[in-house]
């Protein structure tokens, strides 16, 4: 099975401008990224729409496409470009790994699991990962999204609510009744399927919860989940980086 992954990279960012290009004790967040990704699969591609991200991929020796700065999400800009590096390469692909560009201390075994969801499954159209929430007050936090699975291991709804509701439980004791999951931000996609996703409408429900992968449940595709222990320390704000930076970033790899 022939895997691509691509990292989908802005120069804009509301909380973190030029956050691709920021320096992590000598080298951007988007080489992190790309070397953290290339430990794991030999095919790894930048996708932008900005040209000093370009020069700075190829600067690194990494490969790089531009894509349209029009995309609504990193999936429609990763459908553009497993397109472009088809045409370009002769290569098929027969999926897309989506790779989060802010994750520069991500850990490679996360795509091993992911293609995982593929190999030992024909049917897989979407997957993505999930990991134990081990914290209780992690249930009622917005930012931590939950997901109900199925008996198969596909995903039946994510929300930023804690779900499910635990009936009769007081919810200092809910993390004892049920074994919450909550998601991570890494998604691979069959070819085909990414290409039909991109071309889907929003919907309310994931206007409401501002999480993507709503739309593709309500119109009928499947996710599989696979279970990492890994707990991935996100750059999304300068604050988070001054927070790496001070307590050195060899503990992030770990």
Not at 138 to 157: C, E, G, H, T
Not at 160 to 165: F, G, L, V
Not at 193 to 198: F, G, K, P, S
Request: charged share 25%; proline share 4%.
């Amino acid at each position: 099975m022939n895997f691509i992954g691509i990292i989908p990279s802005r120069y804009q960012s509301t909380r973190f401008p030029g956050k691709s290009l920021a320096d992590i004790c000598g080298k951007t967040m988007i080489q992190r990224v790309y070397e953290q990704a290339s430990k794991a699969i030999a095919n790894v591609w930048v996708a932008t729409d900005d040209e000093r991200i370009v020069a700075e991929v190829k600067r690194f020796g990494g490969n790089v496409v531009m894509t349209s700065s029009e995309h609504r999400s990193g999936t429609d800009r990763c459908a553009e470009a497993a397109r472009k590096v088809s045409e370009q390469t002769g290569k098929k692909y027969d999926v897309v790994i989506n790779i989060q560009g802010d994750e520069p201390f991500m850990q490679p075994h996360e795509i091993k699991l992911i293609q995982e969801c593929f190999t030992l499954s024909a049917d897989t159209q979407i997957a993505t990962l999930i990991q134990p929430i081990l914290k209780n007050e992690d249930i009622f936090k917005p930012v931590m999204v939950k997901v109900i699975l199925d008996k198969d291991s596909n995903a039946i709804y994510f929300s930023r609510a804690p779900i499910p509701h635990i009936f009769g439980v007081d919810e200092s004791k809910w993390l004892e009744s049920y074994p919450f999951y909550g998601h991570v931000g890494l998604y691979a996609y069959r070819f085909s399927t990414l290409q039909e996703l991109a071309s889907l409408s929003e919907v309310l429900v994931e206007k409401r919860e501002s999480l993507e992968m709503l739309r593709w449940l309500e119109n009928g595709y499947k996710i599989k989940t696979n279970i990492t222990d890994s707990d991935n320390f996100g750059i999304d704000t300068p604050e988070d980086l001054a927070k790496v930076l001070a307590e050195g970033i060899e503990k992030y790899y770990l």
